[in-house]
Structure formats: C-alpha cells, structure tokens
C-alpha cells in the first residue's frame, strides 16, 4: 500500500477526501446578501447530525482562490438563516451552474434558471425546482483555520421541511422518484437510479 503524510499541500489531502469519501450527498445551500439578493451555492461536504432537534451540517472551505470565505458562510454568519434544497438529477446542470465564482450581490438564481420560492419561517428563498427544502436557523461554527482549504463546520436547525407530493408515499420520500445525485471526486458526479436492499439482523434496531 503507498502511504502519505498529511502536512504537504492542502490540494493533495483534498483529493484524498473527495476520491474517499463518496458518494457525497449535495446540499444546495441559499442565502440571502447584505443587500437582500439572493445567493445559491452546492456543497458536498455534508451530512445529517440529529434528527431532534433536527440539525443537518456542512462544511465550506476557505476559497484557494482568494483565500476568503465563501459568500454562503458569511451571509450565514450574517443573518443566521439558510435553506437547504436537495438536488435531483433534473436540475443537477443548473446546480452545478451555482457553484461559479460570481462576484458578491449576483444572484445566482438568476445566472443558473433557477426560480427562486418565497420561505416559510425565514428570508432566504427556495429553488422551486428542487423536491426537498429544508428551511435552517444557524447553530453553530467551528473553524479549522483561515487559510485556504481550511475548513469549517455550520450546523444549522432545521425548522420546516417541505417535500413535494410526487416524491412522498406512507409517511416516506420515495428515493428512486426523487432521483437524487450524489459527487465524486474531480468533476464526477453519481447517479443513484440503482438501489439494493438489505434487512438488518435486529429488528427492533432499525429507526422507525
Ligand atoms: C457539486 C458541488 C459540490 C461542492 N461542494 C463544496 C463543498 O463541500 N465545500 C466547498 O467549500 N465548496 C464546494 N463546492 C464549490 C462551491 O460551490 C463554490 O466554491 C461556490 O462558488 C461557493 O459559492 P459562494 O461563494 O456563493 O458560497 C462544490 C461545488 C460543486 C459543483
């Protein structure tokens, strides 16, 4: 086996989390600026932490471009609030569109199609297309650094799910009819129409 330390480039150690840990789950996160435009970004560094309180968490690097923090974590620093949208493989084009560096204030609704929904309980919109919003209050930030390819962690509560009716059936989202995507390493991306199943030992074990 080829071994590696982990305190050369920043770049090297990302390749290893993205060829490893995979597929990733793609949160399209929307915020909304200062000057109350809207912002919209993908990220895969994200999973799900409780489910009550329900908290979901994902992680926004500091950007080797500039070596700033992306638009996301400061309007969430900012104003406290994000929605998240699920992505289905319909609309995977325009969110990978979403992910362009575009300069702070562009809305990026706008740039990649997307049609932006009014929220519920918070100020960042919805994307209408997306078949899963859930609509979050910041909860926590921890940082690993400021440089870039640093991390950090948002968590955020969230306090209102909407899931379109084509997708839920018996209290459940049906995964093959909201066709989710997931990312690779490099530019790849997942197609999750092939699904297998698997009782576990224990009944009782399994969350209702
Ligand atoms: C599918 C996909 C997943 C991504 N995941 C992440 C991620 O987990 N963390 C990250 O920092 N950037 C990620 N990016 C890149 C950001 O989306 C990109 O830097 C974007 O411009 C950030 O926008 P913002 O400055 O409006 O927040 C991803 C891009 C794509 C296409």
Known sequence: MLSFDTNGEFSQNYKFLIGSILPRPIAVVSTLNNDGTNNVAPFSFFTAVSAKPMIVAFSPLIRSSTGEMKDTAKNILNNKEFVINIVSQEIAEKVNLTSTELDYGQDEFEFAGLTPLDSELIGPKRIKESLIHFECKYRDHLSYGDQPGCGQIITGEVIKVHVDESIYENG???????NPVGR????????????????????AQIQK
């Open 184 to 203: 690779g390493a490099g530019n790849d991306w997942f197609k999750c129409d092939s699904t297998f199943t698997m009782e576990r030992l224990m009944k």
């Open 172 to 178: 459940r989202i049906n995964t093959q009819k909201l």
